[in-house]
């Protein structure tokens, strides 16, 4: 790389997002080389995202995944924010515009009608070789 585009991706604010969490320049350009539209926003949600997953591998990740994968240009969205320990909140999912595609399990209302038919009633099998 030239002196002078050293310097220009410098400037450049993933990278200094980058530097600030102790990516090495050539984990850097790698990472520039493979995405060269990456931005801050990305490197920090990626971040946050690993660091997420680091926390519920059970000390089996390392913070080597995030650099393994910035520097291939994987991005990821930032996880999202868990309420009481892990647990979904339902009533994000079903309202909204699209909460009426989802129901609870035992929520059978307005279903009358699309209920599968109840199976005839059938005479009993006669033992094979009777008549």
Known sequence: MAQSDQSADRLHP??????ELG?????????LAARPDLTARQVQDTWAWHQWRRER???RLGEGVFFHAIRRGQIHAAPQSEGS????DVDAYTSGAYGDLFRRGGDVSD??????????PCTPAR?????
């Open 57 to 59: 591998s059970g000390g």
């Open 14 to 19: 993933a990278v200094q997002v980058l530097t």
């Open 111 to 120: 279903l009358e009608g699309w209920a599968a038919p109840l199976p005839q």
């Open 127 to 131: 033992p094979v070789g009777v008549r």
């Open 85 to 88: 320990g892990g647990v979904i």
């Open 23 to 31: 990516a090495h320049e050539t984990i850097i350009a790698e990472a």
